[in-house]
Nanobody, 114 residues
């Protein structure tokens, strides 16, 4: 059974940093596509950053230069380093993995105060 568990969310001031982590069981991040999505109140869920099989990455324009997605293959985790956070980054952040199926974590809340 595949499980994705996010951690690292919390409350931070504008300009601060947070590091999200997604721990996987039943799936190996290093051989599959992984991503972080977010959903702000009243808005649709959107892609934040993705990382592919050969570690190619893609980012939403709104986070380029501030966020970095990475994998730790030894720990089978996927991480999102978020720097220079802004109030508009406030959202629930979800871990996503895709093999032949799609899997989602339950989310972790990030709140950026102004």
């Amino acid at each position: 059974q595949v499980q994705l568990v996010e951690s690292g969310g919390g409350l931070v001031q504008t300009g601060g940093s947070l590091r999200l982590s997604c721990a996987a069981s039943g799936i190996t991040f290093s051989i599959n596509y992984g991503a972080w999505y977010r959903q702000a109140p009243g808005k649709q869920r959107e892609l934040v950053a993705g990382i592919g099989l050969r570690s190619g990455t893609n980012y939403a324009d709104s986070v380029k230069g501030r966020f970095t997605i990475s994998r730790d293959n030894d720990k089978n985790t996927m991480n999102l380093q978020m720097n220079n956070l802004k109030p508009e980054d406030t959202a629930v952040y979800y871990c996503y993995a895709r093999t032949g199926r799609v899997y989602w974590g339950k989310g972790t809340l990030v709140t950026v105060s102004s």
